[in-house]
């Protein structure tokens, strides 16, 4: 258990629609990362936050938003969905913001669009 | 720009022989390199890190990699495969210089034991 958790486990979801994922990061870690796993793209990363601030931003799609709360919580927004949007979704944490640094994944979303 | 490419989308093994999984990397910097795996159904774990001290690096469960910069390779090996061993691993790259610290994985090498 890697202290990272994320809400909920499994999505199910029709095209168009709008859902939130959420993640709570290890304590005391400042950074919450979010990637997406599919089977054509692999692993990929979308944004990453540090307290509260963007920080990094890979290839995210604008119909995709993310923050961090002040209590560091995370969440991360996909709107009008596709069915290409169907993928595993990985929140991760850090202690620190800069490159480098190991990260520490918790057990992921499972988005399904219909 | 970084990139990761694990040379074998796949291996398989008998249980007690060695696993050896190919990953080479692209970057313009000394970079960060990370193995994590991936069991069915579960999150990444990170298995070891390389971080610009000694080349080779031991992590979990009897794992280890070693740096070839002169290769830009980042093996990693196992002396003895276990059953337990069967998952998906990911060779990853970062650049330790950066303000954000985006990780870039490689495809992945999914890894079978055999009885």
């Known amino acids: 258990d890697s202290g990272v958790t994320q809400t909920p486990k499994h999505l199910i979801t029709a095209t168009g629609q709008r859902v939130t994922l959420r993640c709570s990061p290890r304590?005391?870690?400042?950074?919450v990362y979010w990637y997406q796993q599919s089977l054509d793209q692999g692993l990929q990363f979308l944004i990453q936050y540090y307290n509260g601030e963007e920080r990094a931003k890979g290839n995210i799609l604008e119909r995709f938003s993310a923050q961090q709360f002040p209590d560091l919580h995370s969440e991360l927004n996909l709107s009008s969905l596709e069915l290409g949007d169907s993928a595993l979704y990985f929140c991760a944490s850090s202690a620190t913001s800069g490159g480098g640094v190991e990260q520490f994944f918790g057990p992921g979303t499972r988005l399904t669009v219909l | 720009a970084q990139s990761v490419t694990q040379l074998d989308s796949h291996v398989s093994v008998s249980e007690g022989t060695p696993v050896l999984l190919r990953c080479n990397y692209s970057s313009s910097y000394s970079p960060s390199l990370f193995w994590y795996v991936q069991h069915p159904n579960k999150g990444l774990q990170l298995l070891l890190k390389?971080?610009?001290?000694?080349?080779l690096v031991k992590g979990i469960n009897g794992f280890e990699a070693e740096f070839k910069k002169s290769e830009t390779s980042f093996h990693l090996t196992k002396p003895s495969a276990h059953m337990s061993d069967a998952a998906e691993y990911f060779c990853v790259v970062s650049d330790p210089w950066a303000a954000g610290n985006k990780l870039t994985f490689g495809g992945g090498t999914r890894v079978l034991v055999k009885p």
């Open positions: 390389y971080t610009s001290a000694a080349t």
């Open positions: 304590s005391g870690d400042l950074s």
